[in-house]
């Protein structure tokens, strides 16, 4: 019983530390690339996707949300990596209201959806080509604090206040 228990409290141990995904990952093309679907152009119809990125610009519409994403790979968390290339900008088409005090230009968002097409619009001075992704869930990402200096200093000297 001694030489069982210790392992068996261990696979206990690493077992409770393990969790499932952010985002159901269930049926996802996880090599298709926003490029990828532009460069198939409509081939890849259908194709259920987990992207994220950060946020560009964010349009409520009478029934859904409109979300213009410049793409990120993801980390094993799901989250965009913004320390990594940025990929193709994409479009993500939520239903209902999204607050865009929320979920406002800069956020990181990841998500997952349905491929529904190509959109062509302006940007800038050029015409760009958005993979368009009707999404189904949807994570807005907490805002990462910024690295503040060590509040507590250690050291020798003399200090003078007036």
């Not at 460069?39 to 029934?63: C, F, H, P, Q, Y």
């Amino acid at each position: 019983m001694t030489r069982v228990l210790p392992p068996l409290l261990l696979l206990l141990l690493l077992g409770g530390c393990s969790s499932k995904p952010l985002l159901p990952t269930e049926g996802i093309n996880s090599e298709l690339t926003a490029q990828q679907v532009v460069d198939s152009g409509k081939g890849m119809v259908g194709s259920r996707v987990l992207w994220g990125g950060v946020i560009v610009a964010v349009t409520n519409l009478r029934e859904r949300t409109r979300l213009e994403v410049l793409a990120y790979p993801l980390d094993s968390t799901q989250r965009p990596q913004t320390d990594k290339a940025a990929g193709r900008r994409f479009l993500a088409y939520y239903p209902g209201y999204l607050e865009s005090a929320d979920y406002a230009a800069g956020r990181q968002v990841s998500l997952v959806g349905t491929v529904s097409g190509i959109e062509e619009a302006p940007l800038g001075e050029h015409r760009y080509r958005y993979p368009v992704v009707d999404s189904e869930k949807l994570h807005l990402w907490p805002v990462e604090a910024p690295q503040s200096e060590p509040k507590v200093r250690f050291g020798i000297g003399v200090i003078l206040h007036n």
